[in-house]
């Protein structure tokens, strides 16, 4: 790795955080400078040892870089593109984002590939509704895919490097074009935070005539409105950074919409069968429990016996063995009856190490499905 002693990373939140740590546990002689436009969000990477050195000055810092990864909201990432243009910087820099969209971006940067400057446009396809420095996780990218958006057959051994420099993400790399990109993420990923946003917005509505309806949001609107909770500046950007192919998602959508309305108005029971079986079959099908585009639920089922104190004794166990929870549910609780608890793991090597000590430190019994 001689040729990558300085890596650059604009915009310190969840995904340039999560970035850092995983540069900084593969590669740990590489120094990481870390650009933010809050000080703070400056400090507490310094704080935490998330990067080496406060960058200060963006053109300064971009010259004594051998990679930049630009890890800000996609408008921001496309001024520091054109600012880039102007810089002077290393003669084999390698310049990288990991904005949710690419179309855009990679139009952006012909500026820089028309000054001989190496802009591989990346996306690493896995995140959370939660953004900042502090939500940064080093396990974050783990069997997720990363996209890259190389321009050319010349770009690839610029490419393999920035591979090898990301590696620590223990992602699964996969080159696409920037249009076929924005198509895909457009109904995988964008999509659904449209719907997940305008269902809670709808259901916000209706809670103003039934406030008991506040205490009733669990179980399914939960699942599907998770994602409603992520940073709105960066979904208004990735929103505007795609419009056409969410137009066309939306049109379809919109149809899809109809016809249920239809179906309901006619009450026609063979329809909406029809339609929710084939939902059902197509989810079913998806690789979810494989390594696939839905990553694995890495789950534990508890059995817990309903008396106070007994979720209490699990989770403590967890915090003794320093193994972090993503997720905690009570699936069923009945007086005098055994209740299950839900626990869900970042990946699968947690769900063991969690079993494994609530096996032997609790008189509970624990399951995998
Ligand atoms: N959150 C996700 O799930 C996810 C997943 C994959 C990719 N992405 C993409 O990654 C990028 C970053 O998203 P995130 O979730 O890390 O957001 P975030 O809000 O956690 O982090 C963004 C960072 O950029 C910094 N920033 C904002 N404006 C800046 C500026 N002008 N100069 C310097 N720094 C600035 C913020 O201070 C913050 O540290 C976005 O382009 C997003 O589309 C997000
Ligand atoms: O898990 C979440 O909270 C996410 O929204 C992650 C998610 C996605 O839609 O899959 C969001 C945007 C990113 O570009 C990539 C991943």
Redesign the pocket.
């Known amino acids: 790795m001689d040729k990558l002693n300085n890596v650059l990373i604009?915009?310190?939140?969840?995904?340039?955080?999560?970035l850092a740590k995983c540069i900084r546990q593969e590669f740990p002689d590489i120094r990481l400078t870390g650009?933010?436009?809050?000080a703070e969000?400056v400090a507490t990477a310094l704080e935490e040892q998330i990067i080496d050195e406060a960058g200060g000055d963006?053109a300064s810092a971009a010259a004594r870089a051998d990679v930049i990864i630009l890890?800000?909201?996609?408008s921001?990432?496309l001024?520091?593109i054109s600012e880039l243009a102007d810089c002077r910087l290393k003669k084999d820099v390698i310049v990288t984002?990991?904005?949710?969209?690419k179309t855009a971006i990679m139009n952006a940067a012909e500026i820089l590939r028309e000054k001989d400057i190496t802009f591989i446009g990346g996306?690493?396809?896995?995140?959370?509704?939660?953004?900042?420095?502090m939500?940064?996780d080093v396990d974050l990218f783990e069997n997720a895919y990363y996209l890259l958006t190389p321009v050319s057959d010349a770009q690839q051994p610029a490419c393999r490097l920035l591979q090898h420099l990301l590696r620590g993400t223990r992602s699964k790399f996969l080159t696409v074009t920037a249009q076929a990109h924005d198509q895909m993420t457009g109904m995988l990923s964008h999509l659904p935070h449209i719907i997940a946003s305008a269902l809670v917005n709808q259901s916000d509505d209706f809670i103003t005539r039934f406030p008991l309806a506040r205490r009733l949001a669990a179980g399914g609107f939960r699942d599907i409105t998770r994602i409603a909770s992520?940073?709105p500046?960066?979904w208004t950007?990735?929103l505007m950074s795609n419009r056409k192919p969410l137009l066309a998602h939306l049109s379809d959508w919109q149809q899809r919409m109809t016809h249920i309305h239809a179906w309901l108005e006619q009450g026609d029971r063979e329809a909406i069968f029809d339609f929710f079986s084939a939902a059902k079959e197509t989810r079913d099908g998806l690789p979810v429990h494989k390594e696939g585009a839905i990553p694995a639920f890495h789950d534990l089922y508890v059995n817990v016996p309903d008396y106070p104190g007994s979720i209490a004794e699990v989770t403590g166990i967890l915090a003794v063995e320093n193994i972090s929870l993503i997720n905690l549910k009570i699936l069923e609780t009945r007086e005098d009856i055994f209740g299950i608890l839900q626990l869900t793991f970042k990946n699968k090597k947690d769900v063991e190490r969690a079993k494994q000590a609530i096996d032997s430190q609790s008189s509970f019994t624990s399951f995998e499905k």
Do not use: E
Request: negative net charge; aromatic residues 4%.
């Open positions: 604009v915009g310190l939140g969840l995904i340039g955080g999560s650009i933010s436009h809050r969000t963006f890890s800000t909201p996609v921001v990432t001024t520091y984002d990991v904005g949710s969209t996306h690493p396809m896995a995140g959370s509704h939660k953004s900042g420095i939500a940064a992520s940073d500046t960066m950007d990735i």
